[in-house]
């Protein structure tokens, strides 16, 4: 358990809408980072942080912002939801002894209508 | 770029049968290689990683070698059990110091009785 919570955990919402996932991670890690998963392509990198106020984009971030104020909360969000953002995300975090190894949360499941 | 094939499935295997499943990877630099198991409903779960050439990960009876003449990590299994059942994800860490992760597609694996 590397401590990391995601909310909401499901989501419908109308296109167009405004919609924030919010990551809470409880052990201080400096890194974290948002993937979505889609059928046939895996997961892929939206976003990650690598500190406070402190972020960079990933392979997918066209249509996603992110934002940390904190250490311990990374959020993401879709300005405007489209269709093709139905997805399931994950935010991740940074961990482990040797501090190279990157672990997930549970995932939170997004449909757009 | 970075990148990662792995075979895709699904596969479906009896009780107690062998498992592997293929992973080669293009990287530049010295990558760490991971592989990663989502039970149905589920976050990823770090089931081992390798982080230099000839290193063995092995975890729950699951091994994968790290092989650079032959850029694979090969994920095995003696004998595989029902509860093995999922989606396994062979993954690479590029430096850069964000230690950001690419992911194969995923390989989905039945196991019956």
């Known amino acids: 358990d590397a401590g990391i919570t995601q909310s909401p955990r499901h989501k419908v919402t109308e296109t167009g809408t405004p919609v924030t996932l919010r990551c809470h991670q409880t052990?201080?890690?400096?890194?974290m980072y948002w993937y979505r998963q889609d059928p046939g392509h895996g997961l892929r990198l939206i976003h990650y942080?690598?500190?406070?106020?402190?972020?960079d984009k990933g392979e997918v971030s066209d249509g996603y912002s992110v934002s940390r104020s904190k250490t311990e909360d990374f959020l993401l969000t879709l300005e405007s939801a489209t269709s093709s953002q139905t997805s399931v995300y994950f935010c991740?975090?940074?961990?482990?002894?040797?501090?190279?190894?990157?672990?997930f949360g549970e995932g939170s499941w997004l449909t757009v209508v | 770029g970075n990148s990662v094939t792995q075979m895709e499935g699904p596969v479906t295997l009896s009780e107690e049968a062998f498992l592997t499943i293929n992973c080669t990877y293009t990287?530049?630099?010295?990558?760490?290689l991971f592989w990663y198991v989502q039970y149905p409903g589920e976050g990823l779960q770090l089931l081992l990683k390798?982080?230099?050439?000839?290193d063995k990960g092995s975890n729950k009876g699951f091994e994968a070698t790290y092989r650079k003449e032959t850029t694979s990590f090969h994920l095995e299994k003696g004998s595989v059990q029902v509860s093995d059942s999922a989606v396994y994800f062979c993954?690479?860490?590029?430096?850069?110091?964000?230690?950001?992760?690419?992911f194969g597609k995923g390989t989905k694996l039945t196991v019956n009785p």
């Open positions: 990287a530049t630099g010295y990558p760490s």
């Open positions: 993954a690479l860490s590029y430096q850069g110091g964000s230690e950001k992760l690419v």
């Open positions: 991740a975090i940074r961990g482990g002894n040797s501090g190279n190894t990157i672990y």
């Open positions: 052990e201080n890690h400096r890194y």
């Open positions: 390798a982080t230099k050439a000839d």
């Open positions: 942080s690598y500190g406070v106020k402190d972020t």
